[in-house]
């Protein structure tokens, strides 16, 4: 059974910094592509970061580029985002998700969602 499980979100200051983590169960980080999506009220998911599986290829939008680090860790099964000189648009709740064959930023790509972990950033 497939299963991801974010942590690490929280609160707080603008400038600051979070790590989140996924931690994967149910398959390898080397078979799935896992990225990391936000999302606010009203807004369609913004994807932030990918991470293939066989070649560990990254991809970061504009937005997000420069400040936040996608990295897995095969022997823990596990994702992180690390996020710095983080702002207050940064706000929202940020899953992971799992697929093989996907295209990065397309939500609709991805088979396998965490329940989200809620970052804000507000002094």
């Known amino acids: 059974q497939v299963q991801l499980v974010e942590s690490g979100g929280g609160l707080v200051q603008p400038g600051g910094s979070l790590r989140l983590s996924c931690a994967a169960s149910g398959f390898t980080l080397d078979s799935n592509a896992i990225a990391w999506f936000r999302q606010t009220p009203g807004k369609e998911r913004e994807g932030v970061s990918c991470i293939s599986g066989s070649e560990g290829s990254i991809y970061y939008p504009d937005s997000v580029k420069g400040r936040f680090t996608i990295s897995r860790d095969n022997v823990k099964n596990t994702v992180y985002l690390q996020m710095n000189s983080l702002k207050p648009e940064d706000t929202a709740v940020y899953s992971c998700?799992?697929?093989?064959?996907?295209?990065?930023?397309?939500?609709?790509?991805?088979?396998?969602w965490g329940q989200g972990t809620q970052v804000t950033v507000s002094s």
């Open positions: 998700a799992a697929g093989v064959g996907v295209a990065p930023s397309r939500a609709s790509t991805y088979s396998y």
